[in-house]
């Protein structure tokens, strides 16, 4: 499994080490010549992998999974949740820069900018997590889970949304730790939506920008779709197993802690739906371990992440969130696994909802990563990543 990285990513690791080295003497006395200075680069994705890494085929193999048995994901479509104070959380989703779709006196549909009828459904209720939505690929997937997890299933078997915007079929069904995870089908897509416009960017040797001003008006963040959601379980083991073997979702990344024997223990798992050689969103959903020092002591949804434009985009709906009293968690900063450009907030029930600008792009060729569970490596730059984020 382990191989040294590539002489590309080699080059940026030997610098971080070099830096490192040249800011002392030998006799501890800094040296007159000054740090090297920071560097970014798009690098291959399997040039950037650390100290170990695993092709997804023969990780694929090594599970003993059976393609042929999954349940064929196609994309994730929106988070469901249930609030207390529609009202409430609906003013916060619109300062996160979603739009209401649908009302009734009960359910609402927020949607973003992107392909989604809807990226957000809440149902007024008691506080409590709803679960993810993915697409599947035909009815026929969604019959396959009606047969294979006829245990599992929280719907009346697959149910029509006659209220939904879209349409389509729903079928819920609850994961061995008791998230619930729903599945959706045959929505009719909605009108075309119009793009944000893209900046012009000028560096020191490239000035495309002439005689055009940047300039920028403060507002929240458009959403323009989901990207991802976290679940932390006691049960990581036996959840990766699950999701792996039964859908379409391989790891990106997979993180561990060294036991006092030596040996890694997984803790957690960067996941993509595997479409082939179709380029994917680097994780799609995440599982990670809950641990003794964590703020909620049960099993519990981490946070659910929605993409914008831009860094701009980005900045600015953090102003706009900042001004309007709601709770930071951590950002803006950007993570290293997946490269997105972070922000996290507490909506007004207290679940964490992401904004994420400039994420990775998979496919099967990817390699999966070996990482060490540590918080420095959760980012790049930013704030120091609080206790609280690690809940
Ligand atoms: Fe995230």
């Known amino acids: 499994m382990a191989a040294p990285p590539t002489d590309s990513f080699k080059d940026l690791q030997t610098n971080i080490t070099e830096t490192k080295a040249q800011s002392t003497t030998t006799n501890g006395n800094p040296q007159s010549r000054g740090p090297s200075p920071n560097r970014g680069a798009s690098v291959p994705d399997n040039e950037t992998k650390g100290d170990a890494y695993m092709s997804q085929k023969t990780w694929l193999s090594e599970q003993g ?18 609030h207390e104070d529609l009202n409430q959380i609906t003013a916060f989703l619109r300062d996160f820069g979603m739009k209401v779709v649908k009302k009734t006196d009960t359910e609402r549909w927020f949607g973003g900018y992107g392909p989604d009828q809807y990226v957000y459904y809440v149902r007024e209720g008691p506080r409590k997590f709803l679960g993810g939505a993915f697409e599947v690929e035909s009815h026929e997937e969604l019959e396959k889970i009606v047969t294979t997890h006829k245990d599992r299933i929280q719907t009346n078997g697959i149910e029509e949304m006659s209220s939904a915007p879209g349409g389509g079929n729903l079928l819920t069904i609850l994961d061995p ?7 959706i089908h045959g929505q009719q897509p909605p009108p075309p939506k119009s793009m944000p416009d893209k900046l012009i960017v000028n560096d020191e040797s490239t000035k495309p920008r002439q005689r055009q001003f940047q300039r920028f008006r403060p507002g929240p ?79 519990h949804v981490h ?33 290293i696994l997946g490269s997105q450009v972070f922000d996290y907030w507490w909506d007004t029930s207290k679940f964490m909802v992401e904004h994420y600008a400039d994420g990775d792009l998979v496919n099967e060729d990817t390699v999966i990563g070996y990482e060490p569970a540590e918080h420095e490596g959760l980012a790049v730059w930013g704030p120091d990543v609080p206790a609280e984020f690690l809940h």
């Open 65 to 82: 999974i059976d393609k042929s048995k999954w349940v064929k994901l196609k994309k994730l479509s929106h988070m469901r949740y249930q």
């Open 177 to 183: 730790e008791g998230f619930p995870l729903n599945f």
């Open 221 to 299: 963040a458009a959403v323009h779709k989901l990207g991802h959601f976290g679940l932390v379980s006691d049960q990581f083991p036996t959840l990766k197993e699950w999701y792996t073997q039964n859908f379409n979702i391989v790891p990106s990344d997979m993180l561990y802690v060294e036991q006092p024997d030596g040996t890694r223990k997984e803790v957690a798992m960067f996941a993509h739906l595997d479409r082939g050689q179709d380029l994917v969103d680097h994780h799609t959903i995440f599982l990670s371990t809950l641990t003794p020092d964590s703020s909620i002591p049960e099993p």
């Open 303 to 335: 946070h659910c992440s929605f993409e914008v434009h831009d860094f701009d985009t980005q900045a600015l709906g953090h102003q706009w969130l900042a001004e309007k009293g709601y709770r930071n968690v951590w950002g803006v900063g950007r993570h």
